[in-house]
């Protein structure tokens, strides 16, 4: 008994120790911590991304250190990795950052938190993709409705989205979503709210296209939460929703179900992702190098093969899986202002949260 | 209570010490930085403006939104209050037939929560759940869909909060002298007044702190209702986590957070009120361990038993599932369709042989243990300040100390980086952004106010007159706080570093904005395999990552509390006392004299 009692006086003695230690030992040793891991091991990139899901993170990290860069890889959601990057702008820890798509990368240079470069492979993309300053495009993504094509044969499908809340066949057919926080959804919103533009209007979108939203959700299933479009698809709960164009091919096989899209014809939106040098790196030239590495042709072509997906270089496009390059050429793309959009979108989001969302 | 005023706590050292280091905490850590977002949030300008209030009360949604959150923190400060003391009945008060295995069972909420427990009802109760399709073969009517709404919500959040009286009440119960019970028995009181009229009474502290924990649960259901909600039980969360990262909508989100952390201060100046001025202690001379009771009638005994079993049922049916979804491919999982031959490694070996391998869990481990260990051993002392001395500076410091209750867990980190990303005086000029110690500031900063509440009460039920005794016989403040004190809050102070540090394991939140990018903690890697948009693997690696931390909280349960509590089973009356041996010889507990005549359990209300 005395035993135990000595070591738990010991235990909590250390304890107590590590409490005191940890607040007023705190300044000195964030000195060591700070000099060491980020400036001390060289040449360590950090790279921010939301594009390390399934298996991508490990494969560029892998491929990286075969080029030569030892990079290290910081995973989040696309707004996550926004906040940090403007949160972070005085003391930037990233060197470089990809995947985010041009709403947000306009939102990070807004916030002056992005360096200009221009990569060596700058030639070799489409431009107006992106700012042609700051960030750069690597691969486009389609932001598309689907639906079951077992159950809805092609003339009886929608053809756009609005068909979905005024025609009675599809109300209640389609998943809404019920939170605007992800890009998917709210690239879907900025090519509904587009079309309504009405400089007079609220958010400078007319009342009629305030009442598209409105129908939107009114109209709609909604999502339910870790559980995938394409489960509730299976299962005949909802027939047609929203889905990015990589992903497809992969969700039909692992739920067995074929999914037909709409192109409407206004067209589709795309969604781009980018890659830019942050504003601040102690690793400018290496970071430089980094962009230019992994933009270039012979990787992205790679990535591309890897991962169905479909690459803004157009030298990669010959290496890219030709449906994917044959979907994208047919493609009719969707005149969007981007620079409207995002101006305003924090605002249109705000609103269809707070009125429309049932 | 001596010593109540202000300038008799300025005399002693000991105070003037813990006082200068809190005091400096607090500024540097708790109010500095969140003052400076919240001034960004709300005076982006300069200029205060009243947007916020105005949209979010014209909203119906946010308002029919935050009603829920209200009417499901009050809820189920009731119904956790029910189910939870039931079970530490039947599981510590009452001789129920298998009661280890009924405990274990109940324990289950200390391994695992969150969005996979609110699936792992919905595998059992929703449309396609195995109990749903029974009920449904029996009577065909009946509609699949009946599980969802509040009830579902308000079902399932209540069987998955009862750890806090699991550990805590249970732990205060196993304090109650027997010697009361006996003396009441012989007066002729029935079981039922004894437990209405003794034990409830003795429990009051511990039971004021976890109702509070209950109300701030259901204050702040995020997973619950997304599962199982459906349209009409939508809680305020989900808006809030959407807002705090939309940087123009902001000030929305810290209006809501502040809204629903006023209303927890309310629920804490309201409890505090309640359980000032009561005796939660022993007063008896020789006090002696608890036995279990019978229950006499056997109707009643019968009843209590099936009711027992029955929530074991419910308890551990979920867990079973996970884990045998856990092995079943994505799509099976969301489809709900399990078959037994499907089952495979498939997605351990995924989640296992990826790069990162096992340094995230580590790294995890690390950052969660040391920050349970500064919090709760940082706060023993402050604990037991605040609740000696009651005067206006403890009560001002207390209610800072709960500041992290308030804001949600992204807004304090991102108040953090922007305080610290320079260099600042409150830290002695240093630069904390990128570095491994913001992490680990901010995992303490948030696990405070729950540290705090819950020590505060087990300081409580501690008897004051052996510290009276001690201090008769010369012993010194720390001595003191060594011998007398410590050893009788050290159960309650490993249960809360041991769920401190479970529930720090897989934190997102604040680790996506503070970790250190070559010291990635394991809620990072979760969340880059499970996410939604992250492919079928997502869902099935959401359930292997439970189940890995399932073993991990699990072995820490067991290493710091099934201990404890083998050791309070065996030698219960050393337990009991285990200071008044050591530190004061047993004659000066007379010193508490006359009060010992009458029954200590009616406390004065």
């Given at each position: 008994m005395r035993k135990l009692q000595t070591l738990a006086a010991a235990a909590v003695a250390v304890t107590l120790l590590a409490g005191c230690g940890g607040g007023s030992a705190s300044p000195a040793s964030s000195d060591g911590a700070s000099s060491a891991p980020a400036g001390g091991s060289g040449e360590t990139l950090v790279v921010y991304t939301n594009s390390n899901g399934e298996g991508r993170g490990d494969w560029l990290t892998a491929k990286a250190a075969e080029a030569g860069f030892k990079i290290e890889i910081v995973g989040?959601?696309?707004a996550d990795a926004t906040n940090?990057?403007?949160?972070?702008?005085?003391?930037?820890?990233?060197?470089?950052?990809?995947?985010?798509?041009?709403?947000?990368?306009?939102?990070?240079?807004?916030?002056?938190?992005?360096?200009?470069?221009e990569p060596a492979w700058a030639g070799d993309v489409d431009k107006e993709l992106a700012d042609g300053e700051t960030y750069w495009p690597l691969v486009k993504q389609a932001i598309l409705l689907g639906y079951n094509s077992e159950k809805i044969s092609k003339d009886a499908g929608p053809r756009d989205w609005t068909d979905l809340w005024t025609k009675d066949e599809f109300k209640a057919r389609y998943e809404r979503v019920t939170g605007l926080g992800t890009a998917t959804a709210q690239l879907v919103f900025a090519g509904i709210l587009s079309r309504y533009r009405d400089?007079?209007?609220?958010?400078?979108?007319?009342?009629?296209?305030?009442?598209?939203?409105?129908?939107?959700?009114?109209?709609?299933?909604?999502?339910?939460?870790?559980?995938?479009?394409?489960?509730?698809?299976?299962?005949?709960?909802?027939?047609?929703?929203?889905?990015?164009?990589?992903?497809?091919?992969?969700?039909?096989?692992?739920?067995?179900?074929?999914?037909?899209?709409?192109?409407?014809?206004?067209?589709?939106p795309l969604a781009v992702e980018q890659i830019a040098l942050v504003k601040g790196t102690k690793k400018k030239e290496q970071a430089q190098k980094f962009i230019d590495w992994f933009g270039s042709a012979d990787v992205q072509g790679e990535f591309a093969q890897k991962f169905n997906s479909m690459p803004v270089n157009k030298k990669a496009q010959a290496k890219a899986n030709p449906d994917v390059v044959d979907f994208f050429a047919d493609l009719k793309q969707q005149d969007i202002d981007w620079e409207f959009v995002q101006e305003n979108m924090g605002a249109w989001v705000e609103k269809i949260e707070l009125e429309y969302m049932t | 209570m001596s010593g109540t005023s202000v300038r008799s706590m300025a005399r002693s050292p000991f105070v003037l010490v813990v006082g200068a280091v809190l005091t400096w905490f607090i500024a540097a850590f708790l109010v500095w930085p969140n003052l400076n977002i919240l001034l960004a949030t709300f005076f982006p300008d300069g200029s205060f403006s009243g947007r916020a209030a105005e949209k979010l009360f014209s909203s119906q949604r946010a308002i029919k939104a935050l009603g829920n959150s209200f009417l499901l923190a009050v809820?189920?400060?009731?119904?956790?209050?029910?189910?939870?003391?039931?079970?530490?009945?039947?599981?510590?008060?009452?001789?129920?037939?298998?009661?280890?295995?009924?405990?274990?069972?109940?324990a289950s909420t200390f391994i695992y929560g969150g969005i996979v427990l609110a699936a792992g009802y919905k595998f059992i109760y929703g449309d396609k759940g195995i109990v749903t399709s029974l009920l449904v073969k029996m009577f065909p009517g009946m509609d699949p869909g009946w599980f969802s709404g509040f009830f579902a919500v308000l079902v399932v959040m209540t069987f998955a909060t009862t750890t806090n009286h699991m550990l805590f009440v249970a732990n205060a119960l196993k304090g109650i002298d027997y010697q009361t019970i006996e003396a009441a028995k012989n007066l002729g009181a029935s079981p039922w007044t004894i437990l209405r009229r003794i034990v409830l009474p003795m429990l009051k502290p511990?039971?004021?702190?976890?109702?509070?924990?209950?109300?701030?649960?259901?204050?702040?259901?995020?997973?619950?209702?997304?599962?199982?909600?459906?349209?009409?039980?939508?809680?305020?969360?989900?808006?809030?986590?959407t807002f705090t990262n939309s940087p123009t909508s902001r000030d929305l989100a810290a209006l809501l957070a502040v809204i629903l952390g006023l209303a927890t201060i309310l629920m804490l100046a309201v409890m505090s009120r309640l359980e000032r001025g009561g005796t939660y202690f022993s007063v008896s001379k020789v006090s002696s361990a608890l036995q279990k009771q019978d229950i006499t009638n056997p109707v009643a005994n019968v009843v209590v038993h099936a009711a027992a079993y029955i929530l074991f049922a419910i308890y551990t049916l979920p867990v079973v599932l996970i884990v045998l979804y856990s092995f079943a491919d994505g799509a099976a999982i969301q489809t709900g369709q399990l078959s037994l031959g499907s089952l495979t490694l498939d997605n351990y070996s995924r989640v296992l042989t990826q790069q990162s391998g096992l340094r995230p869990f580590i790294v995890s481990v690390v950052y969660s243990a040391l920050a349970a260990l500064i919090a709760v051993g940082g706060l023993l002392f402050v604990a037991r300040l605040l609740q000696k001395y009651r005067n206006w500076v403890a009560t001002a410091f207390e209610y800072l100390l709960h500041i992290p209750w308030i804001l949600p867990s992204a807004l304090l980190a991102l108040g953090l980086i922007v305080s610290y990303d320079h260099p600042n005086p409150l830290v002695g000029g240093a630069v904390l952004t990128g570095t491994t110690v913001i992490l680990l500031i901010a995992f303490v900063t948030v696990k405070i106010p729950f540290t705090l509440r819950m020590l505060k009460a087990s300081f409580a039920s501690v008897n004051s007159s052996l510290e009276e005794a001690a201090a008769i016989m010369g012993a010194k403040t720390l001595y003191m706080f060594r011998r007398i004190l410590l050893p009788l809050v050290l159960p309650a102070a490993a249960a809360i570093t041991a769920l401190n540090f479970n529930s720090l394991l897989d934190d997102y939140d604040?680790?996506?904005?503070?970790?250190?990018?070559?010291?990635?903690?394991?809620?990072?890697?979760?969340?880059?395999?499970?996410d939604g948009a992250e492919g079928v693997e997502g869902v099935a690696n959401t359930f292997v990552y439970t189940v890995l931390l399932m073993v991990i909280t699990g072995v820490t349960m067991y290493l710091v509390y099934g201990r404890a509590g083998r050791?309070?089973?065996?030698?219960?009356?050393?337990?009991?006392?285990?200071?008044?041996?050591?530190?004061?010889?047993?004659p000066a507990v007379t010193a508490v004299s006359g009060e010992d005549s009458k029954l200590p359990a009616a406390p004065a209300r």
């Open positions: 989040a959601g696309g940090k990057l403007i949160a972070e702008k005085n003391n930037p820890i990233a060197d470089v950052a990809f995947g985010l798509n041009n709403m947000y990368f306009s939102q990070i240079k807004a916030a002056g938190a992005l360096e200009p470069y400089d007079s209007g609220d958010l400078g979108i007319s009342d009629e296209g305030w009442k598209q939203v409105e129908q939107y959700f009114r109209n709609g299933s909604p999502a339910v939460a870790k559980t995938d479009l394409f489960a509730r698809i299976a299962s005949g709960e909802v027939d047609m929703g929203q889905m990015p164009s990589s992903i497809i091919a992969d969700r039909e096989k692992s739920f067995n179900v074929n999914v037909e899209t709409v192109i409407p014809s206004v067209g589709v | 809820a189920l400060s009731v119904t956790v209050n029910l189910v939870g003391i039931f079970i530490v009945l039947v599981t510590h008060y009452f001789r129920i037939r298998g009661s280890r295995i009924l405990f274990l069972g109940y511990t039971l004021f702190a976890v109702t509070i924990l209950s109300f701030l649960t259901g204050l702040g259901a995020l997973s619950a209702p997304q599962v199982l909600g459906g349209r009409d039980f939508q809680t305020i969360t989900p808006m809030i986590l604040t680790a996506i904005f503070l970790a250190h990018p070559l010291v990635q903690p394991l809620g990072l890697v979760i969340k880059a395999n499970t050791r309070g089973t065996s030698p219960k009356r050393g337990r009991a006392l285990p200071p008044v041996s050591s530190a004061a010889p047993p």
